[in-house]
């Protein structure tokens, strides 16, 4: 299948930044799938910079709701209004900054779906969970918990980012990538049967131009889930092409 690189914005950048970065972008590397996912004020100028090229544009959460009194909140269907194809969903980030459960994560997935947002789902161990020995079983549970029925079938992607790794230059062995890689593969087929050999196992966590390639090399690893390296075109870019 073809790699999928995929950058988190998560809360950079100006409207002029966003869209400058886009339009870098644009041409990139023709061996993967490219999405950008910015802030949520900066989607439809993003898709505009992008337009005509094979860049994908994608948001960061959404809410369970189709509509209604949630302050603050968007929904799938606008995101899929402005312009989005995917949304991240799930990310550490939300689970600790807002508490978000596998249940809720799972009524989000379920509200992609249902619009025909394509969701990318984040499992993840903190350190001490590693360090316990209990990673494998953490991601196991998460993906249990926070995959609906129908995600397989409907080309939903999953993404692993070790909560320990986002953000701190540290990455997992190459081993250990492997690992819970091909952990992830096994409970999503044992779930999904045949449909689940071609969902998109994604790693993320400190990924960067000089550790790309042997990332992208290893067993069930179908692409990146890139956060700060996502924000300099260069980088971004270097990384799709070490997947292609």
Known sequence: ????????????????????LAEELKGGASGADL??????????????????????????????????????????????????????????????????????????????LAVGLTPIVCVGETEAQRLAGEAERVVETQLSGSLPDGFAEAGGVVAYEPVWAIGT??????????????????VLV???GKAAEGTRLLYGGSVKPGNAAAILALPHVDGALVGGASLVAADFLAIAKAAG
Do not use: Y
């Open 169 to 186: 230059g540290r990455t997992p062995t190459e081993d250990d990538i492997a690992a819970i890689h091909g952990a992830m593969r096994r």
């Open 1 to 20: 299948m073809r790699p999928l690189i995929a950058g988190n914005w998560k809360m950079h950048g100006s409207l002029a930044e966003a869209s400058r």
């Open 35 to 112: 999405l950008v996912c910015p802030p949520f004020l900066h989607i439809q100028a993003v898709v505009s910079a992008v337009q005509g090229s094979a860049v994908a544009v994608g948001g960061q959460d959404c809410h369970a709701a189709a509509k209604g009194a949630h302050t603050g909140d968007v929904s799938a269907a606008m995101l899929r209004d402005a312009g989005a194809t995917h949304v991240i969903l799930g990310h550490s980030e939300r689970r600790a900054d807002h508490g978000e459960t596998d249940a809720g994560v799972r009524a989000k997935t379920e509200a992609a």
């Open 190 to 192: 044992g779930r999904f």
